[in-house]
């Protein structure tokens, strides 16, 4: 056999049977490096990778912004994922679309998302998504799902906001047999402005039959166009730094979380705001 087969069965057999403990919080962990660097946390108002994480987030988005983004577990090629959005404003609420991919050849799965975000009031909102999920074995084919996201955000007062999300909530199927579900994942979190320049943010997310996870990290903004971040996550704990930079119309982001054991999963995330001047 194929040094390079054995080496697909031995990254599978490794991330069918530690996938939990491996990603840490997402069924599909392509994430926006700014949230990566901030302990893995979803609840950041205003910003289009909101696409990406809870979809009520981007009631307050200001104009049409596409995104990438991609990260690698570990610094294992075949741990690696990337993904693409798409948000817009308009006066019927905000669309958000994007499609993510992760894994490799022999194992992989996909995600297209189209999102719908509606303010109640100035200070609330909820956002649905759809979610077709395709994971792919290279023996077995292809497995097709349609699942949803449901979020909520919310501005208490001027500094301190609330989010908070659930990931398939009807308890789909993800896999080759019935009893295998997408994961349930219920995710709650808050932002505290502590000034002009220093962001803190808290989150607690849980999947059903797992144990629970912290998130928090703080971000820093020492000039108008640099943003310097570092947080924290747990179950398995890991910590995770950052920065971001906008240049116009650009906005990139760079980050790597850190485990003990297993090392560095580095990400990068790009973002284009259009009609920015």
């Given amino acids: 056999m194929e040094i390079k087969s054995v080496k697909n069965i031995i990254v599978f057999c490794f991330f069918i049977f530690n996938s939990n403990y491996l990603l840490g919080q997402s069924y599909l962990p392509v994430s926006d490096a700014s949230s990566i660097s901030l302990g893995g946390t979803k609840q950041l108002i205003g910003d289009a990778y909101g696409v990406f994480n809870n979809a009520a987030t981007l009631a307050w988005l200001k104009r ?14 075949e741990l690696s994922g990337a993904g693409a959005g798409f948000a817009m404003p308009s006066k019927y609420g905000v669309f958000g679309f994007n499609v993510n991919y992760f894994g490799f050849n022999a194992y ?17 909102a909820l956002s649905l998504k759809g979610d077709y999920m395709q994971t792919s074995i290279t023996e077995y084919g292809n497995h097709n799902s349609l699942t949803a996201d449901v979020g909520v955000c ?37 932002n505290y402005s502590l000034s002009d320049r220093v962001l803190v943010v808290a989150e607690e997310s849980k999947e059903l039959n797992s144990p629970s996870r912290f998130h928090g990290g703080i971000e820093y903004k020492p000039g108008n166009k640099i943003f310097i971040r570092g947080g924290v996550s747990t179950q398995p704990f890991e910590y995770a730094f950052g920065a971001g930079f906008i240049l116009k119309n650009f906005a990139v982001d760079i980050a790597s979380a850190y485990h003990a054991q297993l090392g560095y999963s580095p990400s990068l995330s790009l973002k284009y705001e259009i009609g920015k001047k």
């Avoid at 301190?160 to 579900?181: I, R, T």
């Fill in 154 to 190: 919310i501005k208490v007062i001027k500094d301190l906001s609330f989010g908070m999300n659930v990931f398939n909530p009807f308890m789909v199927s993800g896999g080759y047999y019935d009893d295998e579900k997408i994961p349930t994942e219920f995710s709650l979190g808050l």
């Fill in 108 to 124: 992989n799965r996909r995600q297209v998302g189209l999102s719908y975000i509606q303010k109640i009031t100035e200070d609330i």
């Fill in 64 to 77: 049409p912004t596409f995104i990438l983004a991609s990260s690698n577990r570990f610094l294992l090629k």
